[in-house]
């Protein structure tokens, strides 16, 4: 489990993007202006920026390019370029493995991580965003998912598909995709692609345990200087995010996942000026809101999404939260 962290909240950008605009054929004036950024932050090494100006800029590399975006950003990008997260995943065993590193060091450049569901025949993987105060375009989160395939396809240099592909956009459900991914593409809340676990476990050809020794020193220290940056309740946050639908949400739970006693986070928590509660609670009221904004779930399933034991105990907090119940709360917002 990785949280989202201070000093990880940002998206790095700089010169290397130069190289990949003019792959996808977009000149960076027109991009930066598109986006309403700085003119010259392309130029700039060490550049960052927060989730919603990625996003912006992300959707308006999009707006100005052609064809099936999410596809052509993903075939410009390059497995053998040195980024942490990526060079810990080339280096693993297999695809299980390499996104459990890429998931563990990916807080090194972008607030986000990869939640693994494990079964005996399947390995599904699902990206998390952190930190944006609306949500990630689509067009992004599928490329997330076409990575995880192209990870798979280039570490063991077979043509690897999907089992089953969902995004929330349906308009992204298109042939081209299908045909990449090996599926047709479902649409459902969240972002996810499944493949079996043959494939999951499939030897990378890449896997070089000498020089992942050789840097893995290094990439800790790093992380563990992001963690030491992190607040209890951002990573109290975090945990239950990935917690809430698998209803382990007592705080006994959440401390072991933080590899901390009871009272340790308990008392961390106090000295940030909230507890345990006060988290859990802004946590489930934050992911209600999304759930009735942007999507057609019914209050069961919202309900059971959260952790709620019942449906009645979350129509009570929910009035608690707003003054007025969920249907009520999604009339007023109007049709999605």
Same mark, same amino acid.
């Given at each position: 489990?990785?949280? /989202? ?19 996808? +054929?977009l000149e960076p004036s027109d991009v930066l202006r598109r986006a309403d950024l700085a003119e010259g932050l392309l130029s700039r090494p060490g550049e960052r ?11 308006a590399m999009e707006s100005l390019s052609t064809g099936h975006f999410a596809l052509r950003f993903n075939e410009s990008l390059r497995t053998d370029a040195f980024? /942490? ?36 025949e399947l390995v599904t993987f699902e990206p998390r965003w952190f930190g944006a105060s609306r949500p990630v375009p689509s067009s992004m989160a599928l490329g ?125 928590? +106090? ?54 119940? /969920? ?10």
């Open positions: 489990m990785i949280w /989202p962290m201070k000093s990880a909240l940002h998206y790095p950008v700089g010169p290397s993007w130069r190289v990949l605009l003019a792959d996808l +054929g920026l927060s989730p919603d100006e990625f996003y912006r800029f992300w959707e980024s /942490p997260p990526v060079f810990a995943a080339m280096c693993s065993p297999n695809l299980l493995g390499a996104i459990r590193r890429l998931s563990e060091y990916k807080p090194l450049v972008a607030p986000m991580t990869i939640a693994i569901t494990e079964t005996p997330d998912l076409l990575f995880i395939l192209r990870l798979a396809r280039a570490g063991t240099r077979k043509p690897v598909t999907a089992c089953r592909v969902w995004s929330e956009s349906a308009s992204e459900a298109d042939q081209e995709l299908a045909s990449h991914f090996g599926t047709e593409l479902e649409t459902r809340v969240g972002h996810g692609i499944v493949l079996s676990r043959s494939e999951a476990l499939r030897p990378f050809l890449t896997a070089d345990p000498a020089l992942w020794e050789t840097f893995e020193p290094e990439l800790k220290r790093r992380l563990a200087a992001l963690e030491n940056e992190a607040s209890t309740t951002m990573r109290t946050a975090a945990v239950l995010l990935e917690a809430l639908p698998s209803g382990t949400t007592a705080l006994a739970d959440v401390a072991r996942r933080l590899s901390m006693s009871d009272r340790t986070l308990q008392r961390r928590l +106090g000295e940030e000026g909230t507890t345990y509660r006060a988290v859990l609670d802004a946590t489930r009221k934050d992911l209600a809101h999304s759930y009735l904004s942007r999507t057609h779930l019914a209050a069961s399933e919202i309900s059971f999404l959260l952790g709620f034991s019942d449906v009645t105990s979350f129509y009570r907090a929910f009035l608690r939260w707003t003054g007025s119940t /969920p249907e009520s709360f999604r009339q007023e917002l109007g049709p999605l």
